[in-house]
Nanobody, 114 residues
């Protein structure tokens, strides 16, 4: 199982970004995919999940700015982040679990400048 995250970069505060997570080795309709991020000096935190069955959830404090979606045909899960703030800076990771083994992508860096 491999996950390839992309879409990060240097953005201005207030801008939006779409992060992509392309999954190979398993189907996103079989194993759900979650997004986490790790800000400098902080622990990794959960942001959103798109379950295999189609349910999705975003952390309560981010629901007004973040959205998760998927493209089954592309076996890809997206995280749309809007109205970015400097505190959104960090490495964004996607992850899935298959047969009780958790897999992580390499992460994509998002840096928000004021």
């Amino acid at each position: 199982v491999q996950l390839q995250a992309s879409g990060g970069g240097l953005v201005q505060a207030g801008e939006s970004r779409r992060l992509s997570c392309v999954v190979s080795g398993t189907l996103i309709t079989t194993n759900g995919v979650a997004w986490h991020r790790q800000a400098p000096g902080n622990q990794r935190e959960w942001l959103a999940t798109f379950a295999a069955g189609g349910a999705s959830n975003v952390a309560d404090y981010l629901k007004d700015r973040f959205d998760i979606s998927r493209d089954i045909g592309a076996n890809t899960v997206y995280l749309d982040v809007a109205s970015l703030k400097t505190e959104d800076t960090g490495v964004y990771y996607c992850t899935t679990m298959r047969r009780n083994v958790r897999y992580w992508g390499q992460g994509t860096q998002v840096t928000v400048s004021s």
